[in-house]
């Protein structure tokens, strides 16, 4: 995996920039990243070097995430949503200093994809959700968490940044809930190849299925 390559696909220097520069030919980032994560399970043994108390936290906390996002889709409360994510994001920056970024050999794809949901509602600590980005760059570069979650939570950053969006991932709606649509992106016409690039399905799909789970409101 070049560093041209990373670069391109994950334009992470665009942070503090009002516009985003893309190139051709990210494909092959996807192919090494898969190539480094099969060469690690097997090599390291897999679930044998994972921290299964860890793990079994964050599947934990994540489940009590998405409860209460799917409490709030039903009553419009979002008291208990605030505490929690305030305590998994204080959490998540302890497990991060004493393990670094929770990967898939620690935790296992599951405890990794857990991990990055945590990152990601973590909107009330911005600085600890771009140190998170940085953690989770390293992390995917080196084969221990996936691409599409680096491209979500680089919008989710971007997006909090007052910046245009690079994978089309963050939805926004009116304060009624109504009129659901995708923040703003910069050069929309190479979205659905740098979503290719990391996995992501074409945005016209992923538009239909955002409006099917979330008539009214997206969180």
């Not at 190139?23 to 994972?50: C, F, I, K």
């Not at 923040?183 to 740098?194: A, C, I, Y």
């Amino acid at each position: 995996m070049t560093p041209a390559l990373i670069a391109s696909c994950y334009p992470l220097g665009s942070l503090a920039l009002s516009g985003v520069a893309f190139y051709a030919a990210l494909e092959p980032l996807v192919r090494d990243h898969r190539t480094s994560l099969n060469s690690r399970q097997h090599s390291h043994g897999g679930p044998d070097r994972m921290n299964h108390d860890l793990a079994a936290e964050l599947h934990r906390r994540a489940e009590q995430d998405q409860a209460a996002r799917r409490r709030l889709l039903k009553t419009g409360a979002a008291d208990d949503l605030v505490l929690i994510d305030a305590d998994n994001t204080a959490w998540l920056k302890q497990v991060i200093a004493r393990h670094g970024w929770p990967g898939i050999t620690l935790v296992g794809e599951q405890g990794a994809d857990e991990a990055w949901l945590l990152a990601q509602h973590a909107d009330r600590d911005p600085d600890f959700q771009r140190q998170a980005l940085s953690r989770l760059q390293d992390a995917v570069e080196a084969g221990e968490a996936l691409p599409r979650h680096l491209a979500y939570l680089t919008d989710r950053v971007l997006v909090a940044s007052g910046e245009p969006q690079v994978y089309g991932t963050q939805y926004t709606h009116d304060p009624d809930g109504g009129d659901l649509r995708p923040h703003p992106v910069s050069d929309p016409s190479q979205l659905d190849t740098r979503r290719a690039c990391v996995g992501l399905e074409p945005a016209a799909e992923a538009d239909r299925r955002m409006r099917e789970r979330y008539p009214r409101k997206a969180v």
